[in-house]
């Protein structure tokens, strides 16, 4: 079965940067390399939402709220998907999960805090 299991989560100030790690533990490549990897976030009291997602076909979709400041990358030999941020603002505050969707199947990570704050 697959396991997504994030890093990279932390404190930072404003205008820091900080790299989240996911990989897809348990998958094999050609299962992996099929299905939609992505970051969603979710700030105290509020909703989850899509932050950034790789397709298969290569395809990048982002928040506009991040559009510019983040960058999401998929590494399939290792199973991975990163997410770099930067100029990061108090209010990209919230708990980050790594999402993955195959064949009709959805997978999430545990979560990872990030906490923008002076």
């Known amino acids: 079965q697959v396991q997504l299991v994030e890093s990279g989560g932390g404190l930072v100030q404003p205008g820091g940067s900080l790299r989240l790690s996911c990989r897809a533990a348990?998958?094999?490549?050609?299962?992996?390399?099929?299905?939609?990897m992505g970051w969603y976030r979710q700030p105290p009291g509020k909703q989850r939402e899509l932050v950034a997602e790789?397709?298969?076909?290569?395809?990048?979709n982002y928040a506009d709220s991040v559009k510019g400041r983040f960058t999401i990358s998929r590494e399939n030999t290792r199973r991975s998907v990163s997410l770099q941020m930067t100029s990061l603002k108090p209010e990209d505050t919230a708990i980050y999960y790594c999402?993955?969707?195959?064949?009709?199947?959805?997978?999430w990570g545990q979560g990872t805090q990030v906490t923008v704050s002076s």
């Open positions: 348990g998958a094999i490549l050609s299962t992996f390399t099929a299905g939609t």
């Open positions: 999402n993955f969707q195959v064949f009709g199947r959805e997978y």
């Open positions: 790789f397709t298969s076909s290569r395809a990048t």
